[in-house]
């Protein structure tokens, strides 16, 4: 995803001019081979200083014969549309999608355009990108920041799908992954994409795809190309395309057979060394910002999940071929792995963030103002992060959610199902203390404010409560849905419960920073100078 910001072109790249973009999502895939449970999981941080928090379940519904689908325009592809009533905060108004798309006294956003709809649609969890439907089928998102066309803003005559409406209309019609590829191709090709690059990862029980899109010049149809992550390998994207080689009739790549042809005629077609149409270099898909923004998160999950390959963390260009599209995991990854690896900020390595006069007295793997910060996996932005997973013995199909920041969080599991209020109509611009995204963002703000010493008790928190979970989910083979989805909603009001007495807690021992042991908390460190 990509928060709002003011670009001007250079060289081969792009430079931003304000400090809100120097952060945006990481997104990642564990096939069922590669999962120690053998579930398979689609990850998504959603980090955006202007998203809207709001988790809404759009229910299932049956339409009359000759129904047409409205497609919204989104804010959070680049900036307000004033003009569509298309806003960040609430990111839609639409009354007929979902009752908690409904908001009196504001205007209804307004469509770029219509589709025929289907007799059904399924239900599904959205957000500012959908989630995960009631059959298992799982999205994750990230923008990719392509030097050849950075933003096509929608217009008359031109096309009328964002990635995150695309993704919508995947969930509400498609059972499985491939199905879902194809038909958001298909509506690619027919109706067009404004917008920026894309990647969705699309996942079901059985496999995973990566889909990575870009607008046309023209505004008319779209590039894309979907490539399969083969069984017991995990995939990561960190806001740069990672599909290379374009492989006509290999049957684990899907794209529109006249792909070639359109990247010739736009004067877009790069090869690799061995004469190959690839699809990195066509788009010129350069780091975005600052030399390590995406490829060293890519080399930090990939090193996480298999040390041995001892990938480089350093690399001489943005369209290296030394990361491998995806791996094989040392071991089967577990949850709690999954989850951490949302947690990261490069512990242990010659990058830790948490070391360094940068770092603060309190050892802070944040950074601040216009400089260009190397990024990591966790960020100071992150509005929400969720881990969907899909296997054969859940009674219903599950996504772990953290609000806020996941490293000063805690995951919260929830089926494809009615939420709690909490999740629901989520204002970031006014306190709600009953909202699931104010109970996490206090315990955040307050942990970043002295963050050695307050995060080892925030972590324990969390983990305790994560693996009553797990638990619990694990115990509830067999069970009705309609059980297990109140259960879990039971257990998601408890342990919000449980979070808004946590900050209460680190608030009185914490407050004004009166008893923190500052020797004890952090030890400073010598810097470590990086050299790319």
Same mark, same amino acid.
Request: proline share 7%; net charge neutral; with cysteine.
């Given at each position: 995803?990509?928060?709002?910001?003011?670009?001007?072109?250079?060289?081969?790249?792009?430079?931003?001019?304000?400090?809100?973009?120097?952060?945006?999502?990481?997104?990642?895939?564990?096939?069922?081979?590669?999962?120690?449970?053998?579930?398979?999981?689609?990850?998504?941080?959603?980090?955006?200083?202007?998203?809207?928090?709001?988790?809404?379940?759009?229910?299932?519904?049956?339409?009359?014969?000759?129904?047409?689908?409205?497609?919204?325009?989104?804010?959070?592809?680049?900036?307000?549309?004033?003009?569509?009533?298309?806003?960040?905060?609430?990111?839609?108004?639409?009354?007929?999608?979902?009752?908690?798309?409904?908001?009196?006294?504001?205007?209804?956003?307004?469509?770029?355009?219509?589709?025929?709809?289907?007799?059904?649609?399924?239900?599904?969890?959205?957000?500012?990108?959908?989630?995960?439907?009631?059959?298992?089928?799982?999205?994750?998102?990230?923008?990719?920041?392509?030097?050849?066309?950075?933003?096509?803003?929608?217009?008359?005559?031109?096309?009328?799908?964002?990635?995150?409406?695309?993704?919508?209309?995947?969930?509400?019609?498609?059972?499985?992954?491939?199905?879902?590829?194809?038909?958001?191709?298909?509506?690619?090709?027919?109706?067009?994409?404004?917008?920026?690059?894309?990647?969705?990862?699309?996942?079901?029980?059985?496999?995973?795809?990566?889909?990575?899109?870009?607008?046309?010049?023209?505004?008319?149809?779209?590039?894309?190309?979907?490539?399969?992550?083969?069984?017991?390998?995990?995939?990561?994207?960190?806001?740069?395309?990672?599909?290379?080689?374009?492989?006509?009739?290999?049957?684990?790549?899907?794209?529109?057979?006249?792909?070639?042809?359109?990247?010739?005629?736009?004067?877009?077609?790069?090869?690799?060394?061995?004469?190959?149409?690839?699809?990195?270099?066509?788009?010129?898909?350069?780091?975005?910002?600052?030399?390590?923004?995406?490829?060293?998160?890519?080399?930090?999950?990939?090193?996480? !999940?298999?040390?041995?390959?001892? $990938? @480089? +963390?350093? &690399?001489?260009?943005?369209?290296?071929? /030394?990361?491998?599209? #995806?791996?094989?995991?040392?071991?089967?990854?577990?949850?709690?792995?999954?989850?951490?690896?949302?947690?990261?900020?490069?512990?242990?390595?010659?990058?830790?963030?948490?070391?360094?006069?940068?770092?603060?007295?309190?050892?802070?793997?944040?950074?601040?103002?216009?400089?260009?910060?190397?990024?990591?996996?966790?960020?100071?932005?992150?509005?929400?992060?969720?881990? !969907?997973?899909?296997?054969?013995? $859940? @009674? +219903?199909? &599950?996504?772990?959610?953290?609000?806020? /920041?996941?490293?000063? #969080?805690?995951?919260?599991?929830?089926?494809?199902?009615?939420?709690?209020?909490?999740?629901?109509?989520?204002?970031?611009?006014?306190?709600?203390?009953?909202?699931?995204?104010?109970?996490?963002?206090?315990?955040?703000?307050?942990?970043?404010?002295?963050?050695?010493?307050?995060?080892?008790?925030?972590?324990?928190?969390?983990?305790?409560?994560?693996?009553?979970?797990?638990?619990?989910?694990?115990?509830?083979?067999?069970?009705?849905?309609?059980?297990?989805?109140?259960?879990?909603?039971?257990?998601?009001?408890?342990?919000?419960?449980?979070?808004?007495?946590?900050?209460?807690?680190?608030?009185?021992?914490?407050?004004?920073?009166?008893?923190?042991?500052?020797?004890?908390?952090?030890?400073?460190?010598?810097?470590?100078?990086?050299?790319?």
């Amino acid at each position: 995803m990509k928060t709002r910001s003011v670009f001007i072109s250079v060289a081969l790249g792009v430079v931003c001019l304000t400090a809100s973009c120097t952060e945006a999502c990481t997104t990642t895939i564990v096939t069922r081979g590669a999962s120690a449970d053998g579930s398979t999981y689609v990850t998504h941080s959603n980090d955006s200083y202007s998203s809207d928090p709001s988790i809404v379940f759009v229910p299932a519904k049956d339409h009359p014969a000759g129904a047409m689908r409205k497609v919204y325009p989104s804010a959070i592809a680049w900036d307000d549309l004033p003009e569509y009533a298309c806003f960040s905060n609430p990111r839609l108004v639409a009354p007929e999608r979902a009752a908690d798309y409904d908001y009196p006294g504001k205007a209804r956003t307004k469509p770029l355009g219509e589709i025929p709809e289907t007799a059904h649609t399924y239900a599904y969890i959205d957000s500012d990108y959908g989630v995960m439907n009631e059959h298992g089928l799982m999205l994750g998102e990230c923008t990719n920041n392509s030097a050849r066309l950075e933003y096509l803003e929608p217009k008359e005559g031109r096309g009328i799908f964002y990635a995150s409406e695309l993704g919508r209309v995947a969930l509400e019609r498609c059972r499985t992954a491939r199905e879902a590829v194809r038909l958001m191709g298909s509506l690619i090709d027919q109706y067009g994409l404004w917008g920026t690059g894309e990647t969705l990862l699309v996942a079901d029980r059985e496999e995973g795809w990566v889909l990575e899109m870009q607008p046309a010049p023209t505004g008319k149809g779209g590039f894309w190309i979907a490539q399969r992550v083969p069984d017991g390998e995990f995939f990561v994207a960190a806001n740069q395309f990672r599909i290379r080689a374009v492989r006509p009739g290999d049957p684990d790549q899907i794209f529109n057979p006249r792909l070639p042809g359109m990247l010739k005629e736009a004067g877009w077609a790069a090869y690799d060394k061995k004469g190959r149409l690839d699809w990195v270099r066509s788009m010129k898909a350069v780091e975005d910002f600052h030399p390590y923004f995406a490829l060293r998160r890519v080399w930090r999950a990939l090193s996480l !999940a298999a040390p041995s390959a001892k $990938l @480089p +963390a350093k &690399v001489k260009n943005w369209d290296t071929e /030394a990361y491998p599209f #995806s791996l094989r995991p040392d071991h089967p990854m577990t949850l709690t792995e999954i989850m951490d690896l949302h947690r990261d900020a490069y512990e242990g390595t010659a990058f830790d963030r948490r070391t360094g006069k940068n770092a603060g007295p309190f050892a802070s793997p944040y950074r601040y103002g216009k400089t260009k910060w190397e990024r990591s996996i966790t960020s100071s932005n992150i509005a929400y992060t969720w881990i !969907a997973q899909a296997n054969d013995r $859940l @009674p +219903a199909p &599950v996504f772990w959610l953290s609000m806020s /920041a996941p490293a000063e #969080s805690t995951y919260i599991p929830l089926a494809v199902a009615p939420l709690p209020e909490a999740y629901a109509r989520n204002d970031r611009s006014h306190y709600d203390p009953g909202k699931a995204w104010w109970i996490a963002q206090q315990v955040t703000a307050l942990t970043k404010g002295y963050y050695s010493a307050v995060i080892p008790k925030v972590l324990n928190a969390a983990r305790k409560g994560e693996q009553r979970s797990m638990e619990l989910v694990k115990s509830s083979s067999g069970w009705p849905k309609e059980v297990f989805t109140q259960v879990l909603r039971d257990n998601a009001e408890s342990a919000l419960s449980d979070w808004r007495e946590l900050y209460g807690k680190l608030l009185a021992e914490h407050d004004g920073g009166h008893g923190l042991d500052y020797d004890k908390a952090f030890r400073p460190k010598p810097d470590k100078v990086l050299k790319y």
